[in-house]
């Protein structure tokens, strides 16, 4: 059974930092990708960024791009989102997402995703 666990969110002042992680388990996920999404509060669930467990190849949203980082071990079967230089707008709640077989090019929309964590908290302040 798949277990995708976030964490690393939290409250963080304008121009702050923030590294989430999600720990994945339940298969061998090495031909598969890794979205990071978010939500925020009356807003659409929409992507931020996305890395090929294989290659490691990344794609992100515009709206995060210079600012985020996608990574991942491959030891510890967990995918990183570095956020820097974060802004109020960034508030949300923040989930990791598989996409079984890294189906497509960007794989960038919900649609391109099969199994979703829980999610965690984002709240910058200005």
């Known amino acids: 059974q798949v277990q995708l666990v976030e964490s690393g969110g939290g409250l963080v002042q304008a121009g702050g930092s923030l590294r989430l992680s999600c720990a994945a388990s339940?298969?061998?996920?090495?031909?598969?990708?890794m979205g990071w999404f978010r939500q925020a509060p009356g807003k659409e669930r929409e992507f931020v960024a996305r890395?090929?467990?294989?290659?490691?190849?990344?794609y992100y949203a515009d709206s995060v791009k210079g600012r985020f980082t996608i990574s991942r071990d491959n030891a510890k079967n967990t995918v990183y989102l570095q956020m820097n230089s974060l802004k109020p707008e960034d508030t949300a709640v923040y989930s990791c997402a598989v996409s079984f077989g890294a189906k497509g090019v960007n794989i960038a929309t919900i649609k391109d995703y099969d199994y979703w964590g829980q999610g965690t908290q984002v709240t910058v302040s200005s």
């Open positions: 339940g298969r061998t996920f090495s031909r598969d990708a």
């Open positions: 890395i090929r467990w294989s290659t490691g190849s990344t």
